[in-house]
């Protein structure tokens, strides 16, 4: 009896008579069991930011983050459902999503992610697509798809990139993988091969797809059709894609004009889900550069490598970008050293 009694006063149960005992020990036996489990359990794992009010006001304090593991129901562009390991269901407003870490439904996921790794995109897209297909949740399948995305951006196939994206975005994309969407941010270069897709998009009815054109086609002979468009897509009903209109608008501004919208532009990328902001900061690096503004330039340059390692090859190249900047400078001893972080970002863990 002391053992129960004890085992009572512990869990706010006096353990008395034999019916008692009845219930306590399953219930007891239950909750230490599931405990076990939910350690063992392989669960994916969720960083959220703040409410999505609070998220809209531009602030420089760090904002809070939450963080939840558990297994993930449901994730679209309205909601994140998660089932905890302590059986709770949380269900919260996707647009605060800021990472997630999956439990890949099969192993393949993994496989492929190796060749992506590597840099080996052409491999990895169809590895990818094959272990997509295998019996992995829709919510699972958009990810997969992001990271297709990005892979066919990195090999500089946009066009592929482009048309993939829009089937993700169309399947109710939850808002931070809008951060893969393939929009210029740095170049004012159209390439000949891209031309004729970029000229389809611009003419869609698609919102995803208009603003891809409108990115693609700014600087081109359709430019004024690719503003106004720009103008427009900032009413657009997807939030994000009117946040990344606003932002792509930006690229229009004259140079000489930089240091006087600076202030803006850093207010705006910090109302951004943090994901979002990677393209931003490209832009913001690459004007920096262009008006000799060196070390503005590369400490944004450095900001990318170090909030967006995850996409490694746009985080090396924002460190090589500054390279040459700094060898530019006559700082090259200041360049050598960044060359660790260069290859370890060109070679990540997995």
Known sequence: MTF???????????????????????????????????????????????DVPKALEATW????????????????????VIALADGQVRTLDSRRVETVRPEWANDQVAAAQVLLREGKYQEGILAIDEARKAGVPRWQQRFLIAEMVWAAAASGNNRTAGILFVNMADSNAP???????PLVWASKQLPRALREQAEKWLSSVKDTERLLGASWMLFSDQGEKAK???????????????????????????????????????????TLLPPLRLGLTEFIADRLASIGETDLAIGQLVRIANEHSYRYHRAAGALQSAQQLLKRAGRSEEAERLNPWIEKLKKPEA
């Open 228 to 270: 106004e468009v720009l103008t427009e897509l900032q009413s657009s009903s997807n939030k994000t894609v009117a946040q990344l209109a606003a932002a792509q608008a930006w690229r229009t501004v004259p140079p000489p004009q930089t240091l006087d919208e600076l202030r803006n532009w850093y207010e705006f990328r910090e």
């Open 61 to 80: 304090e760090t904002p809070a983050k939450t963080v939840f593991e558990g297994r993930i129901k449901q994730l679209d562009g309205e909601q994140l």
């Open 4 to 50: 129960l009694y004890l085992l009572g006063r512990f869990f706010g149960e006096v353990v008395l008579d034999y019916r008692q005992r009845c219930v306590v020990l399953p219930a007891l036996l239950c909750w230490f069991l599931g405990s076990n489990l939910a350690a063992q359990q392989k669960l994916d794992w969720v960083q959220v930011g703040p």
């Open 175 to 181: 808002a931070m993988l809008y951060a893969d969407m």
